[in-house]
């Protein structure tokens, strides 16, 4: 079918050039026939005045000739159309003859058909496939971008995680810094108290005796 329907608009095609071709050789015929009909008009209107001046007159031989030379180009001119005319038919009726096609050319259309039907069939299931694709990446896109939402909540708690914990960590050394600070006070009074311990026992002693 698209094989007939292309050749089809290829004959109808070539049928309407030569159509256009045909009318602009009407148009430059007529054109030519105009100009060549005007210019022994012309030449014969000069010639009468030029007698007209010289006071003479036309002969009827020289009006017999002009009168045969344009019945000849009129008569050349119709049998140019009239060929033309029978050009346009025989072609006609060949693109005509050639709409009518062989059980060869039947044959070598439908298989011609079948190929382009596989070869749309094939198109056809490579598109649905591609759509599959595409529609396999979207989903893995959303699982993608799902996933890298739920990662950004884990680092955004990880990194509240560490500030508090750098927090309790800076507490935490304050707290030791206060400690040890406490610590040192207490053994200074622990050692003073020993010394005047030490002290008193010592002056006991050296009483006693």
């Not at 060929?83 to 003859?97: G, H, M, V």
């Not at 039907?117 to 990446?137: A, P, R």
Request: net charge negative; aromatic share 8%.
């Amino acid at each position: 079918h698209i094989a007939n329907e292309q050749k089809q608009f290829r004959i109808q095609r070539e049928l309407e050039t030569y159509k256009f071709l045909k009318l602009d050789a009407d148009n430059r015929s007529r054109s030519s026939a105009l100009s060549k009909l005007s210019s022994p008009l012309d030449v014969r209107n000069g010639q009468d005045k030029h007698r007209k001046e010289n006071g003479g007159r036309r002969t009827p031989a020289q009006t017999d000739d002009e009168t045969d030379e344009f019945s000849e180009y009129l008569e050349g001119s119709r049998a140019k159309v009239i060929s033309q005319d029978e050009e346009l038919a025989n072609s006609s009726s060949f693109l005509e003859d050639e709409e009518e096609l062989s059980p060869e050319d039947i044959q070598i259309f439908e298989s011609e058909n079948v190929q382009l039907y596989n070869e749309l069939k094939g198109l056809s299931e490579e598109v649905e496939q591609i759509e599959k694709n595409v529609v396999d990446i979207a989903h893995l896109q959303e699982i993608f971008t799902e996933k890298i939402s739920l990662q950004k909540t884990d680092i955004d708690r990880i990194a509240n995680i560490v500030v508090g914990t750098t927090e309790n960590v800076k507490d935490a050394n304050e707290q030791i810094k206060q400690a040890i600070q406490r610590n040192a006070g207490l053994r200074v009074w622990v050692l003073f108290f020993l010394i005047v311990m030490s002290l008193t026992l010592l002056f006991l002693d050296w009483y006693n005796d």
